[in-house]
């Protein structure tokens, strides 16, 4: 039998649960691939699954984005090939914190060539909250204007920049130590408010710029 090392958790706790284990090398099937992963992202419900908070059946193998090369390809995988880069968010059954991992033809898509592996890791999970929030919940068009809280954040500096680029006017509340950081992310036609580090309205600084 072929294995790989995988850093799963086979009890509920601190960093001091997680254990690198030798697990079977996954097999694909169907429209499924096989991917070395070359990246893997640390997201919060990574340390709430941990901590037990999910109630997810023990032993399992945290973390939910990847980045990396397909090394197999199942029966049906027709488009995609040995090589190919992919990223992609995963399901709860699996965990990309694996020298490889399964991945769905309907979870991955091909990296961007200008992003590295690590980049690309970090996007899938806070894009897809993002967008998800914005457009298929929000329903978010060009011309309107949102507000979103936390623009430096994991989600939030994505959400910036997928509603500027829909051609929404944009508003985002910041921390002082993040204002250039997320005035980089907009520069035209957008408003960004100095905050302290509540994200209350309420407790908004009068601080402000607006270009």
Excluded at 52 to 67: C, H
Excluded at 107 to 120: G, I
Aim: proline share 5%.
């Amino acid at each position: 039998m072929i294995t790989m090392k995988a850093v799963r958790i086979h009890d509920f706790g601190g960093p001091e649960v997680l254990s690198l284990d030798a697990v079977p090398l996954p097999q694909p099937h169907d429209d499924e691939v096989t991917l070395k992963v070359y990246a893997a992202s640390v997201n919060p419900v990574d340390y709430k699954v941990r901590e037990g908070s999910s109630g997810a059946d023990l032993p399992v193998t945290l973390g939910r984005d990847v980045s990396g090369v397909v090394e197999l390809c199942g029966t049906r995988a027709h488009t995609l090939k040995k090589g190919d880069p992919l990223y992609a968010m995963l399901g709860n059954d699996r965990g990309g914190n694996a020298e490889y991992v399964v991945v769905k033809a309907t979870e991955a898509a091909a990296k961007p060539q200008r992003l590295s592996h690590a980049e690309a890791a970090a996007v899938p999970l806070a894009g897809l909250t993002a967008w998800q929030g914005l457009f298929d919940h929000g329903g978010l068009k060009s011309g309107q204007r949102v507000l979103i809280h936390g623009g430096a954040g994991g989600v939030g500096h994505l959400a910036v920049q997928f509603a500027k680029a829909a051609g929404a006017f944009v508003a985002t509340t910041v921390s002082a130590q993040d204002f250039d950081f997320v005035r980089a992310l907009a520069p035209t036609r957008r408003s960004i408010t100095r905050t302290s580090a509540s994200r209350s309205l309420s407790r908004t600084s009068t601080s402000s710029s607006t270009w």
